[in-house]
């Protein structure tokens, strides 16, 4: 007895946060499950036999409801429910994409003292993302930001960290990064794989990739969000400015996770402001 059924996208993926709700023909909620990490919906509440209303929701995609009828042995069967994303296409479209800066942010949080979090932001930047054609993977993303760029909203420590303790933004004025490639990692999910340039070193660093969607803007432009994660460590870059109080605690963490919202703008130019 009960409800099953399975979530997925249109790519095969499955939506493992989908909620499934169950109303009767008055409108009344009999049901309310939510989709394990398989996007599979197994719940054992006895449904009164006759015909229900099926509503599958899902944080970024469209709602999808249908029609069910509940037998005698008060078992539904859905089946195989397809969510589409909300904002356009399952994927961007393919061709040239332009970072928008103005709708985007490349931020950065360290340990301070141990015991809190600084955050900060670099608030010049650009880029440019190719969506391949036939398969996403073939996909390249590169970008540039100015070092001097960095705003901690404290003066005298974004000054430090512009010197040569840090980022020494004279010797090292950018900071780059271009991918190599691009690999699945779930629904709507990629790792993408590059190289980052910072300091005077060139290292790999992977970035955890989701795309958010994509959809018309109101300047007559398609627009494609994405958020992308890292964790970056200072040593690596030849930083290693570690002043040390007397409790033994480092004033600023070794450890830096890098946190990007970015807006693209499909084709090769930003639109006029």
Same mark, same amino acid.
């Not at 760029?149 to 404290?154: A, K, R």
């Given at each position: 007895?009960?409800?099953?059924?399975?979530?997925?996208?249109?790519?095969?993926?499955?939506?493992?946060?989908?909620?499934?709700?169950?109303?009767?023909? *008055?409108?009344?909620?009999?049901?309310?499950?939510?989709?394990?990490?398989?996007?599979?919906?197994?719940?054992?509440?006895?449904?009164?036999?006759?015909?229900?209303?099926?509503?599958?929701?899902?944080?970024?995609?469209?709602?999808?409801?249908?029609?069910?009828?509940?037998?005698?042995?008060?078992?539904?069967?859905?089946? *195989?429910?397809? =969510?589409?994303?909300?904002?356009?296409?399952? #994927?961007?479209?393919?061709?040239?994409?332009?970072?928008?800066?103005?709708?985007?942010?490349?931020?950065?949080?360290?340990?301070?003292?141990?015991?809190?979090?600084?955050?900060?932001?670099?608030?010049?930047?650009?880029?440019?993302?190719?969506?391949?054609?036939?398969?996403?993977?073939?996909?390249?993303?590169?970008?540039?930001?100015?070092?001097?760029?960095?705003?901690?909203?404290?003066?005298?420590?974004?000054?430090?960290?512009?010197?040569?303790?840090? #980022?020494?933004?004279?010797?090292?004025?950018?900071?780059?990064?271009?991918? *190599?490639?691009? *690999?699945?990692?779930?629904?709507?999910?990629?790792?993408?794989?590059?190289?980052?340039?910072?300091?005077?070193?060139?290292?790999?660093?992977?970035?955890?990739?989701?795309? =958010?969607?994509?959809?018309?803007?109101?300047?007559?432009?398609?627009?494609?969000?994405?958020?992308?994660?890292?964790? #970056?460590?200072?040593?690596?870059?030849?930083?290693?400015?570690?002043?040390? #109080?007397?409790?033994?605690?480092?004033?600023?963490?070794?450890?830096?996770?890098?946190?990007?919202?970015?807006?693209?703008?499909?084709?090769?130019?930003?639109?006029?402001?």
């Amino acid at each position: 007895m009960g409800l099953t059924a399975r979530i997925r996208t249109r790519d095969g993926w499955a939506v493992s946060h989908a909620v499934v709700t169950v109303t009767d023909m *008055t409108g009344t909620q009999v049901l309310r499950a939510e989709a394990d990490t398989e996007g599979a919906v197994r719940d054992d509440t006895a449904l009164a036999p006759g015909a229900y209303t099926v509503i599958v929701t899902a944080v970024g995609y469209a709602p999808a409801a249908s029609s069910a009828i509940v037998t005698a042995s008060g078992r539904a069967e859905v089946g *195989t429910v397809t =969510l589409a994303r909300q904002g356009g296409t399952e #994927l961007p479209p393919p061709g040239p994409w332009t970072i928008d800066p103005v709708h985007s942010s490349v931020g950065a949080v360290a340990q301070h003292l141990g015991i809190s979090s600084v955050r900060g932001r670099f608030t010049d930047f650009a880029g440019r993302i190719e969506i391949a054609p036939d398969d996403v993977t073939g996909s390249r993303v590169e970008a540039v930001i100015q070092a001097a760029s960095i705003d901690t909203g404290n003066k005298m420590r974004d000054d430090h960290l512009r010197s040569p303790d840090f #980022l020494d933004v004279d010797a090292y004025p950018e900071i780059t990064y271009r991918s *190599t490639g691009l *690999t699945a990692a779930g629904p709507d999910r990629w790792t993408v794989h590059g190289e980052l340039g910072m300091h005077g070193v060139l290292r790999p660093v992977d970035l955890d990739l989701a795309y =958010l969607g994509s959809g018309a803007d109101p300047w007559g432009g398609t627009r494609a969000a994405f958020r992308a994660t890292t964790e #970056l460590h200072r040593e690596d870059f030849a930083m290693n400015y570690n002043q040390v #109080l007397q409790a033994g605690i480092a004033a600023i963490g070794t450890t830096l996770k890098v946190e990007l919202d970015i807006q693209a703008v499909q084709g090769d130019t930003l639109p006029q402001a």
